[in-house]
């Protein structure tokens, strides 16, 4: 267990490599990956200070995070499998001068077994010359797995009129090669119109499928109490 320390005064990264379950508490830590089979992570009332990482600063699967402030890397959290996000913050990530990166407060490239509850969740990179800038504040995409069972709940998803082209992205991709997601359930969020009053460039939500087999959008509402529909 790491309880009650500064870990990036010692290092710049925890990465495992062998089966483990790792405790965090209390502590100020980098970036953590947790890639491999038999790997978790359960860190609470803590900060990740990923800095300039290419990729999550909470990366891989069985991650558990509660009360927790996560900063920098390309995307805060990539859940590969097995990922509970609550009451935590995600925001202000690395996107450099001179990069073209997308960035991402949540993403998944394909898994399942994923809830995000009452967290605020924030992309707040700006379009940079290059085109770098953020994609969502959460993103689902079946890249290399289907997407499925994925509970996105009480949250506050922030607005970003600069390189955002939705807040939320549900999923369902005919170009991706696994293009249906089924049981996403996007329930009671709260999405922020910001100075375009679209929360993104374009609007609030995109790609969520109504019709696919477990799929529940509900109570979804503006932060000026209108709601949201599905898109």
Same mark, same amino acid.
């Not at 925890?14 to 990956?33: D, G, K």
């Given at each position: 267990?790491?309880?009650?320390?500064?870990?990036?005064?010692?290092? #710049?990264?925890?990465?495992?490599?062998?089966?483990?379950?790792?405790?965090? !508490? +209390?502590?100020?830590?980098?970036?953590?990956?947790?890639?491999?089979?038999?790997?978790?992570?359960?860190? !609470?009332?803590?900060?990740?200070?990923?800095? #300039?990482?290419?990729?999550?600063?909470?990366?891989?699967? +069985?991650?558990?995070?509660?009360?927790?402030?996560?900063?920098?890397?390309?995307?805060?959290?990539? /859940?590969?499998?097995? /990922?509970?996000?609550?009451?935590?913050? @995600?925001?202000?990530?690395? +996107?450099?001068?001179?990069?073209?990166?997308?960035?991402?407060?949540?993403?998944?490239?394909?898994?399942e077994?994923?809830?995000?509850?009452?967290?605020?969740?924030? /992309?707040?990179?700006? @379009?940079?010359?290059?085109?770098?800038?953020?994609?969502?504040?959460?993103? @689902?995409?079946?890249?290399?797995?289907?997407? !499925?069972?994925?509970? $996105?709940?009480?949250?506050?998803?922030?607005?970003?009129?600069?390189?955002?082209?939705?807040?939320a992205?549900?999923?369902?991709?005919?170009?991706?090669?696994?293009?249906?997601?089924?049981?996403?359930?996007?329930?009671?969020?709260?999405?922020?119109?910001g100075? +375009?009053?679209?929360?993104?460039?374009?609007?609030?939500?995109?790609?969520?499928?109504?019709?696919?087999?477990g799929?529940e959008?509900?109570?979804? $509402?503006?932060?000026?109490?209108?709601?949201?529909?599905?898109?």
């Amino acid at each position: 267990m790491i309880d009650g320390k500064d870990v990036r005064a010692k290092c #710049s990264e925890l990465v495992a490599y062998h089966p483990f379950a790792l405790t965090i !508490r +209390n502590s100020r830590v980098p970036r953590v990956e947790v890639t491999d089979s038999g790997q978790s992570l359960d860190i !609470r009332d803590s900060e990740v200070v990923a800095g #300039s990482w290419s990729d999550g600063a909470l990366w891989g699967s +069985n991650i558990t995070a509660t009360r927790v402030e996560v900063t920098g890397g390309q995307h805060s959290v990539h /859940c590969m499998d097995n /990922c509970t996000i609550v009451d935590s913050w @995600l925001h202000a990530q690395y +996107n450099p001068d001179g990069g073209s990166a997308h960035t991402n407060a949540f993403l998944t490239n394909g898994g399942e077994g994923m809830v995000l509850r009452h967290n605020t969740l924030h /992309c707040d990179s700006i @379009l940079n010359r290059t085109d770098g800038g953020c994609t969502a504040d959460v993103s @689902l995409f079946g890249d290399f797995g289907p997407v !499925r069972n994925v509970l $996105v709940e009480d949250n506050l998803l922030k607005a970003n009129d600069s390189s955002i082209s939705y807040c939320a992205y549900g999923g369902y991709s005919p170009s991706k090669p696994y293009p249906v997601a089924t049981q996403i359930r996007f329930i009671d969020n709260v999405f922020e119109r910001g100075p +375009n009053r679209r929360c993104g460039v374009y609007g609030p939500a995109t790609s969520f499928q109504t019709s696919a087999a477990g799929n529940e959008w509900r109570g979804n $509402v503006w932060d000026s109490g209108e709601p949201v529909p599905a898109a």
